[in-house]
């Protein structure tokens, strides 16, 4: 199974409601990959979890209120990363039992 790497990037605005939000939102992008900046995700998915990650941002923020960005970067600009002071972006390996 292949996979992309995405990078995603939310603004919610201050109130209570899109505080609410935000909280579901970075509790649900933890399951899909790693936080590595206030309001920012690394995620390396198949396309399968991809869309399934898609289905949920979408049922879950306000578009008129809420910003969200996904970015969609190859294998080729995940190696060609600059990072200072923090590790490259790198997938996690799989171990199956």
Avoid at 21 to 46: A, D, I, N, P
Avoid at 75 to 93: L, N, W
Wanted: aromatic content about 12%; glycine content about 4%.
């Amino acid at each position: 199974m292949s996979t992309l790497f995405y990078l995603i990037i939310y603004d919610l605005p201050d109130t209570k409601a899109a505080n609410k939000r935000r909280t579901k939102l970075h509790k649900m992008l933890s399951g899909y990959g790693t936080w590595t900046q206030y309001s920012v995700f690394e995620c390396f998915l198949t396309a399968v979890q991809f869309a399934k990650l898609r289905v949920q941002v979408e049922n879950l923020i306000k578009p008129a209120e809420d910003s969200v960005r996904i970015y969609v970067l190859d294998a080729g600009a995940v190696r060609k990363t600059i990072t200072y002071g923090s590790d490259k972006p790198r997938q996690q390996e799989t171990i199956i039992l």
